[in-house]
């Protein structure tokens, strides 16, 4: 806009010269080519002094952020090419849909946009008013939509976002009081480090379930067989007590404690649709108490025989041999 008010530039040698069509053109081009390397040119004066290039740099780290993330602005070619350096799409991918502009994304239809809403990846000059219309776009489709911002205009869009992060240094207080996390030190890697310590406090959660649901199904196996076939129990209520509030409280902070690892990150991320047990938490549950039940009913039934021992002994050996298999099972989450 401004190049085309200009009359007159300067060139090298500092002489004033008319600005023609041609050279109008050229400088046209010129600037095409800063915007695709993320520059923002800036004319100085209506007689054209020269152009200079400001970019807006990627903090550091944030590439690779996106990256782990990925494997939990103003023109639209500029909006490209800082995408481009952060790794959000890579150059050879189809970026026909992945960059629109927010008057475009705002004039589509409510089918055109639940059309094409999965393949955008970059909105350049968006309004407040275009992300949220994005983000409620997102949730309609199922997603699980996080927001940064450290804008009072963004405010809106932090509240509807399922997990809203605003700006500890350079956000504002009302984009703070709007989000639910914020980042201290305005590193976007911190969004990294929150999303590997959610998977790893939800795999704890999971592991601890799995433990303590495998100890008491398979304490109530035996003792209910035990009981209905042989009218007497192995299990005491004290040993049982003992169990449940010495050997599993440490299990449990043994299990809830584990440290979150980069592994984490390579999983694919778990729906809100989808049970906290899974099919393979069922699977190692139920393999793991059939055959602890098995072998203690084998001692129920047959350790006095195999063993040459009394009632009292066999008991003890029943008990202790089920202490050390959860002991066992806890190493084998």
Same mark, same amino acid.
């Given at each position: 806009?401004?190049? *085309? ?16 069509? $041609? ?32 970019? $807006? ?8 952020? #996106? ?6 602005? $103003?023109?639209?070619?500029? *909006? ?91 956000? =504002?207080? #009302? *984009? ?17 480090? @929150? ?20 100890? %008491? @199904? ?18 005491? *209520? @004290?040993?049982?007590?003992? #169990?449940?509030?010495?050997?599993? =409280?440490?299990?449990?902070? &043994? ?17 809100? /649709?989808?049970?906290?047990?899974? %099919? ?6 139920? &393999? ?27 008991? /003890? ?5 089920? #202490? ?10």
């Amino acid at each position: 806009m401004i190049l *085309a008010m200009c009359s007159h530039y300067f060139d090298k040698g500092g002489l004033t010269k008319v600005m023609d069509d $041609d050279t109008r053109m050229q400088f046209g081009g010129i600037i095409e080519d800063m915007r695709m390397d993320s520059l923002m040119p800036l004319p100085t004066g209506m007689t054209l002094l020269g152009l200079i290039g400001l970019k $807006d740099p990627c903090r550091p780290g944030v590439r690779r952020a #996106v990256e782990e993330c990925k494997d939990a602005e $103003d023109n639209i070619f500029t *909006a490209r090419a800082i995408a481009m350096e952060c790794g959000i799409f890579k150059p050879d991918k189809d970026l026909n849909n992945a960059v629109v502009k927010g008057v475009t994304f705002r004039n589509y239809s409510d089918e055109e946009r639940m059309e094409k809403i999965e393949m955008i990846r970059v909105m350049a000059r968006s309004s407040p008013f275009d992300k949220l219309l994005m983000f409620q776009s997102m949730k309609q489709k199922g997603h699980v939509v996080a927001v940064t911002s450290d804008g009072t205009n963004d405010a809106p869009a932090l509240k509807e976002a399922e997990i809203g992060l605003s700006m500890g240094i350079q956000g =504002t207080e #009302v *984009a703070k009081e709007s989000s639910n996390i914020v980042i201290l030190h305005d590193n976007f890697t911190s969004v990294v480090t @929150v999303l590997r310590w959610g998977r790893c406090v939800y795999n704890n959660i999971q592991k601890f379930i799995q433990f303590q649901l495998t100890v %008491n @199904v398979a304490a109530l196996s035996i003792n209910f067989v035990a009981a209905v076939s042989a009218g007497d129990v192995p299990l005491t *209520a @004290v040993q049982l007590l003992w #169990v449940n509030l010495i050997m599993d =409280t440490l299990g449990a902070l &043994a299990l809830a404690t584990e440290r979150p690892t980069n592994d984490l990150l390579k999983k694919p991320p778990v729906g809100r /649709t989808k049970p906290l047990i899974s %099919n393979v938490m069922w699977r190692n549950l139920l &393999a793991q108490a059939f055959y602890q039940v098995a072998v203690l009913l084998i001692l129920q039934f047959k350790g006095m025989d195999i063993f040459k021992v009394d009632e009292k002994v066999k008991n /003890t050996l029943i008990f202790n041999t089920f #202490v050390l298999y959860q002991v066992f099972n806890e190493f084998n989450k």
